[in-house]
C-alpha cells in the first residue's frame, strides 16, 4: 500500500533515524513534513501548534529525543522535557487534531536483568537511567492521554544509521587505525538499523497496528563485541576484536545488560543483512 495522500509530520527530522527514513516515508508515499530544533522543541506546546497547523499532518512521527544516554544523567531537566514532556504535548496536539502518533522509544525502559528478553506486553521499568526514566515516562504519557487505537510507540534497540554518531562508526574509525580493539561483552541486545526499523514503521502503519511494539532487525541476541566483530569482518579490516567486560568501561549511565527486545515482526531483516546494508550505503 502506498500512503499517497497521507501528510506526515516527522519531527526530529535532523537526526540519525529520521535522515535515513525520510526517502523510505517518501517512497511509501507519505507528504512528509519535517521540522527540529531550533525551529521546532516538541516540548514547547505553541512551537508545536505553529508547526503542525502549517503541516497539518494526519499522522505525527515522532523522531526528537534527547538521546545522550550519559549526558541525561547531568541533564536531566533537559532530557525530560524532550523525552516525557514532549511525547506528552504532542499527544495532546494529537488528540486535538484528531492525527495518529507514532513515537519510538527505547529498550532502556526496561531494567534490562532478563536474559531471555522482554516482549512488547511485558511490565517496564525500572529503569537503569535517567535515560531510561525519562523515556519510560514519554510512553506512559501517551498512553494516558490517547486511546490506545490512536498511537503507536515503536520500541527500537542499538540503533545505527549513516548519519550521526553510532557504534559502527567508531567502531570503522577505530579499526582503521589500529591492530586491535577491546570491546564489551556482557551486553545483550539487537544491533538494529535505522532503515529497517523505518521499513518496520511503515509496515506496521500499513497493518493498522496500534499500542506497543518492538522494532528490532531480526536474530540476535548478540553482544557490542560480535556485532563489533562483525562490522570489521564485513569491512575487511586488520583488525583483531578482543571482548573484555562493561566493568572495565565505567561510564556515566547504568546500561542494561540484559534487554533483548522480542517480538519484533517476522520477517524482520536479520541483523547481520543490516549491517551489509549499512556498509553498502556508506559507501555510495
Ligand atoms: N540511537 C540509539 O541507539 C537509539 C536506540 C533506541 C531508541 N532510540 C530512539 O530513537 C529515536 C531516534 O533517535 P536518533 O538516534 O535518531 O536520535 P538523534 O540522532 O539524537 O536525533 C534526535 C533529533 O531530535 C532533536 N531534538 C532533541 N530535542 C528536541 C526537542 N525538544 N524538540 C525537537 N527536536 C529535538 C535533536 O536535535 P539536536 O541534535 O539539536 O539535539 C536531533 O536532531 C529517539 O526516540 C531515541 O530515543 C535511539
New binding site residues.
Given amino acids: 500500500m502506498r500512503f499517497g495522500e497521507i501528510r506526515l509530520a516527522l519531527?526530529?527530522?535532523?537526526?540519525?533515524?529520521?535522515t535515513d527514513a525520510l526517502p523510505i516515508l517518501k517512497a511509501a508515499g507519505f507528504a512528509v513534513y519535517g521540522?527540529?530544533?531550533?525551529e521546532?522543541?516538541?516540548?514547547d506546546e505553541s512551537s508545536v501548534e505553529a508547526f503542525l497547523g502549517r503541516a497539518n499532518p494526519r499522522v505525527i512521527l515522532?523522531?526528537?529525543?534527547?538521546?545522550d544516554v550519559d549526558g541525561a544523567e547531568a541533564k536531566e531537566e533537559e532530557a525530560f522535557?524532550?523525552?516525557a514532556k514532549?511525547p506528552e504535548v504532542l499527544a495532546r496536539a494529537s488528540a486535538r487534531r484528531g492525527a495518529f502518533l507514532v513515537?519510538?522509544?527505547?529498550?532502556?525502559v526496561f531494567k534490562g536483568d532478563n536474559p531471555e528478553g522482554y516482549e512488547p506486553g511485558d511490565n517496564p521499568g525500572p529503569p537503569a537511567s535517567v535515560y531510561g526514566r525519562s523515556?519510560l515516562a514519554g510512553e506512559r504519557a501517551i498512553a494516558e492521554v490517547l486511546p490506545r487505537e490512536r498511537f503507536l510507540i515503536c520500541?527500537?534497540?542499538?540503533?545505527?544509521?549513516t548519519t550521526?554518531k553510532?557504534f559502527p562508526a567508531t567502531i570503522l574509525k577505530l579499526a582503521a587505525s589500529r591492530k586491535s580493539l577491546r570491546v564489551v561483552n556482557d551486553q545483550w541486545g539487537v544491533p538494529?538499523w535505522?532503515r529497517e526499523l523505518a521499513r518496520q514503521i511503515v509496515l506496521l502503519l500499513n497493518q493498522g497496528a496500534t499500542g506497543i511494539h518492538h522494532a528490532v532487525n531480526g536474530g540476535g541476541p548478540v553482544t557490542w563485541y560480535d556485532f563489533a566483530k562483525r562490522i570489521v569482518a564485513e569491512a575487511r579490516l586488520d583488525c583483531t576484536v578482543e571482548p573484555c567486560t562493561t566493568a572495565e568501561f565505567p561510564r556515566p549511565a547504568g546500561r542494561p545488560a540484559h534487554a533483548w527486545l522480542r517480538g519484533g515482526p517476522p520477517g524482520a531483516q536479520p541483523w547481520e543483512d543490516g549491517v551489509r546494508e549499512y556498509l553498502a550505503a556508506r559507501s555510495q
Avoid: E, V
Fill in positions: 519531527l526530529g527530522c535532523r537526526g540519525m533515524f529520521a521540522a527540529d530544533l531550533p521546532l522543541d516538541i516540548a515522532n523522531a526528537a529525543a534527547f538521546t522535557s524532550a523525552n514532549g513515537h519510538i522509544s527505547t529498550d532502556y523515556k520500541r527500537t534497540q542499538w540503533l545505527y544509521g550521526g553510532s538494529t535505522t
